[in-house]
């Protein structure tokens, strides 16, 4: 394993690399984290030694069970949404779509919130975490739009919508030394409810069980893995590399630091998803 502070790899160097891996293991199982989609604007959690970049994001039992807690991420949410909402595909996500048309991916499984690789055209896709672009109410189980959320949320605060703040990967905006205590939180547009809350998995949350099912039998049943992005600090991502390996799956990796699953990989790749990504595409397309 390279230490975290190596410079990448070339992505020529990096692709050929990979290139030949996917080659010997077409119809790969991979996993995504948030190093995919650092390259459309949104930050990333964990430093090159898979520490916090910034204070943990909101766990589920604070958000259930305090009122200030939702006001908070709401009004955070808000302000954050504008950059979030608009961020689009990157190279990475185009790339593993044609990857699958072509037969060298079966199933792409992410832990990111972003929808960037359905919209880049990925079919075979598990959102491990579930989507950000999609509300729930916690009362009648309606999921609507967030776009729609959005417009609900400015409507009754009005004087939020002209606050500015840096992005956070979870959608939000680092807001801090603020009074959230006169956020106003819409109603359900169903029933009425109260109780909100962004269709993602938070920390101490469960993964839907059938999420998971199909992730494992998937790599169970994979002729390799292939992990992007990702640290690996998180067990709902791990557990994959972790089952791939008591299968006898072979596992390699693409990331820029270090991850939880170094042991486990066959090798790793330590260079940047996206033109490590292209590079390999072009010599799979000939």
Not at 82 to 110: K, M, N, P
């Amino acid at each position: 394993m390279q230490a975290p502070d190596t410079p990448p790899l070339d992505p020529a160097r990096a692709g050929a690399l990979l290139a030949a891996f996917i080659e010997r293991h077409a119809g790969l199982v991979v996993l995504t984290g948030a190093g995919v989609s650092t390259a459309s604007g949104i930050p990333d959690y964990r430093d090159l030694n898979g520490q916090w970049k910034r204070p943990q994001p909101v766990t589920y039992q604070a958000f259930m069970g305090s009122e200030h807690t939702r006001q908070r991420y709401w009004a955070r949410s808000l302000v954050g949404w504008r950059t979030f909402g608009q961020a689009r595909a990157g190279a990475a996500h185009r790339v593993l779509a044609e990857l699958e048309q072509q037969g060298w991916v079966d199933l792409l499984i992410t832990q990111n919130v972003d929808g960037l690789h359905e919209a880049a055209g990925s079919t075979a896709l598990v959102d491990l975490h579930g989507r950000l672009d999609t509300v729930r109410c916690m009362s009648c189980e309606w999921r609507f739009s967030r776009a729609q959320w959005q417009e609900a949320l400015v409507a009754g605060n009005p004087g939020w919508a002209q606050r500015t703040a840096l992005s956070a990967p979870d959608g939000d905006a680092d807001l801090e030394a603020v009074d959230f205590s006169d956020f106003v939180i819409p109603p359900c547009p169903h029933c009425g409810g109260r109780l909100l809350k962004p269709d993602v998995v938070f920390y101490g949350e469960s993964v839907p069980r059938e999420r998971v099912q199909r992730s494992l039998e998937a790599v169970r049943n994979a002729r390799g893995v292939l992990v992007l992005g990702s640290s690996l600090m998180v067990y709902s991502g791990y557990r994959f590399v972790l089952a791939a390996q008591d299968a006898g799956v072979p596992v390699v990796a693409v990331n820029r630091g270090a991850t939880r699953g170094d042991a486990a990989f066959l090798f790793k790749l330590e260079a940047d998803v996206g033109p490590t990504l292209q590079a390999a595409a072009s010599i799979l397309q000939g």
